[in-house]
Each structure stands twice: as C-alpha cells, then as structure tokens.
C-alpha cells in the first residue's frame, strides 16, 4: 500500500475511534545539531505532503530556516499505533495560508497578532495588553493573517507505521524512496 494511502486510513480509523484530538503531532525540528520537538496539529493532508501552522519567527521557525528537515510523531493510544514520518518542509503560498487564517475564530486570529511566539515577556499582562490593542486596531474590520503566520508542508522521505502488540511483538513498517517509488522494509520492534 502507499504510505499516503495507509496514513489516510489510519487517521480517519484515528478520528472515528481517538478519544482526544487525532490532529495533534510531535514536530522535531534541529539546527546547529541540537534537536527540539513540540506538539502542533495537523491543518491540512494533501496528496504530497502535510500542513501545519506555525509563526516562522518562533523558535522553530527560526531553526526551520537553518534546515528545513523535519519530523513527525503521532501517537494514538487507543488504536495503540504510532506514525513517524521525516521528511522536509515547504512554505506554503500566501493565498493558502490567507485562506486558512480567514477560516479561524476571530479571537485566535488577534491572538495570533498578540503573540510572538517564543520570545520572552515580562508576564500574562503584555500578552493580554498586546491582544486588546489588535483588538482595537481590527475594530469593525476583518482580521488579516499576521505576515509571520504561515504554513508549512512536510514532504516525507520516509513513513514508519507502528502497531502495538502484545509481549513487545509490535509490528513495525518502513517506507523509503528508491528511485521515486515507495519500497517498504519490515523493522524489528
Ligand atoms: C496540542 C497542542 C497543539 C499545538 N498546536 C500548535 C500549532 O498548530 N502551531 C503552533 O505554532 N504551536 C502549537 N502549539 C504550541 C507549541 O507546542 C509550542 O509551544 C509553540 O509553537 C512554540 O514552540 P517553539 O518555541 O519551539 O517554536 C500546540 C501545543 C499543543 C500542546
């Protein structure tokens, strides 16, 4: 089976059964070789590629300038199955990243204006105070995407599809590119 095909089945068997939010992922990101990971949730599936959101002035933004290689985690406790994908990311167009902002609850996007995101702040006060004065400015007007807030599509290298079992018997799955064609290797768990 494609990869792209086997994780659209997974995540819907996730969304139909999933007890939180199946969306949610680890996202790795490194430069100068230190890697960093955090949760972010999975906006878009496209038939090459995942979309997520992000503000590039971030921590992670910064490191994704410095090298655009990144990876996912996903974990769904109660279909016991885990799906890493590595691969690189892309920003996305203007007009895609508009779209999906405008899609957003007003209220998220000025906190997508009041924040900036991983920079450090005296305390709750500025962000609350930066968030009124967005407030103000939008008064009365559609809120345009903040400039920094954008999309980035992961382009996997490879897939590993993960299968819980009993007595450390999982079943582990490797899909890689050889010559543009996904070949699939069976991993020890
Ligand atoms: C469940 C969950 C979902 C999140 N989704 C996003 C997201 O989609 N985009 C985002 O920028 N941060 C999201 N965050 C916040 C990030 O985990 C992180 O705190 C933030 O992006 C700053 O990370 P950085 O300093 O490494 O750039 C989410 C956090 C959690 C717990």
């Given at each position: 089976m494609n990869p792209f095909n086997k994780f659209n089945k997974w995540f819907n068997l996730a969304k139909e059964?999933?007890?939180?939010?199946?969306?949610a992922f680890a996202l790795s990101s490194s430069s100068n070789n230190k890697p960093d990971v955090r949760m972010v949730l999975l906006k878009k599936i496209l038939p090459d590629g995942y979309i997520f959101f992000t503000n590039i002035n971030s921590n992670k933004g910064k490191q994704f300038n410095k090298n655009n290689n990144l990876a996912m985690c996903f974990y769904w406790e109660s279909l016991k199955k885990q799906i890493r994908i590595s691969g690189r990311g892309l920003i996305i167009d203007d007009k895609e990243s508009d779209l999906y902002f405008s899609s957003r609850p007003r209220k998220s996007q000025l906190g997508a204006w009041a924040s900036k995101q991983s920079s450090v702040i005296k305390n709750r006060k500025v962000l609350i105070n930066r968030f009124q004065k967005y407030e103000k400015k939008f008064e009365n007007n559609q809120v345009t995407r903040p400039p920094y807030w954008i999309g980035i599509k992961i382009v996997p290298r490879t897939f590993e599809f993960w299968q819980g079992d009993q007595f450390r018997l999982h079943e582990r799955e490797l899909y890689y590119l050889r010559k543009k064609v996904w070949q699939k290797k069976i991993l020890s768990p």
């Open positions: 059964t999933f007890e939180f939010d199946p969306t």
